[in-house]
């Protein structure tokens, strides 16, 4: 009875992530699902992203949080084309009907760029499409190596890892070659950058991801 | 239809979750429900309490993880009294019925502690009893200041925060006195301990809080 019913909510949720998926082709509107653990840097990796890549691309933010608007407040202060804050007043990921609404009143034509910034939570959104084009899961080296192995869905569903605040090695034990060669463990396609928010390190590789995947969309047929 | 699900299986775990609870009060034996974030140091942490107090306390630990028994090794090689891996499969946190069978077959009367480490998940786990006596909530203080107040049901539900990872205040922009005031915002009653695996600061405190709580669990009526 459990798994009908649990079966059930995940068949819902790939017709209305079809229906979205639709929605963004009409647009070629690149959409990137960007999930992490609570505090890996998601919001500061956007707010960074939008400052530095303003009067180039028209960036909007979909904001996932269980409560608070704080992150919408913080990319609408970076300067972002679009923020709205979706509040799942307890649910731990964000799902395709969550986004259905907003992106119906959005004025998607207007953008080069569209991220949802999910609840952080390196387990449930995974599991979950929204349409998106691609997922991005970011990982802190504070985390530690073991967490691609005792997290795989996530990493095996991700197309780009981004290994977030580099600029703490130094003062860790974290061994950054290992946190690599476990995730390639679990998904050997996996796109890998290393980078930080603080010190600019990884910044342009990030950008030059980016723009290429946008290039792509809008070539492709609507 | 959704709705009456989740209450069902809340209900469930509930009735669960009571029967343990009985069982542990027939051993006077205190349990702790240890949650947080992946990667903010939960299996670090009883790494470091079981080697510091071996001698003293005999210390069981239940592991929670989707995947792997990377857990349930080291705190086996950290000298554990009783060490064992439940993998979860894929969910998102440990719930009453995956212990259950673990504690029937286990022998409580020997130990001093019980820990269970959760799922590394800020959000689901705090939904479900095992049966424990306190929930603890380990914050590493890379995860940044706004997490109680984003994540409140975690704060609210726990009867301890640890503020992990001090030793790298230093690095981060992190202001510790503003994740004590979030927490308390959320939860006014929460008791609050900083320390650092690494350096040993504010163990001692934790320990004087561990020794304290096993004598109240010993001195109540079973």
Known sequence: ????????????????ARANQALFARHRLLVLNLMSSPGAG??????????DLRGELRIGVIEGDIQTSLDAERIERAGAAYAHQINTQ????????????????????????????NVGNLVCPAEFDLGEDRKVVLFSVTEGEDKPKKYPLMFQESDLMLVHKIDL??????DLALIHRHALEVHPDLTILDLSCKSGQGLEAFYTWLRAEIARKRAAPA
């Open 1 to 16: 009875m459990k798994v009908t019913v649990v079966q059930g909510i995940m068949d819902a949720n790939k017709r209305v």
């Open 42 to 51: 998601k919001t500061a990796l956007l707010e960074r992203t939008i400052r």
């Open 90 to 117: 307890g649910a731990c990921h964000i799902d395709g009907n969550m986004i259905a609404p907003v992106i119906e009143e959005m004025d998607l034509g207007a953008l080069d760029l569209l991220v949802v910034e």
């Open 169 to 174: 090695l130094p003062h860790l034990d974290t």
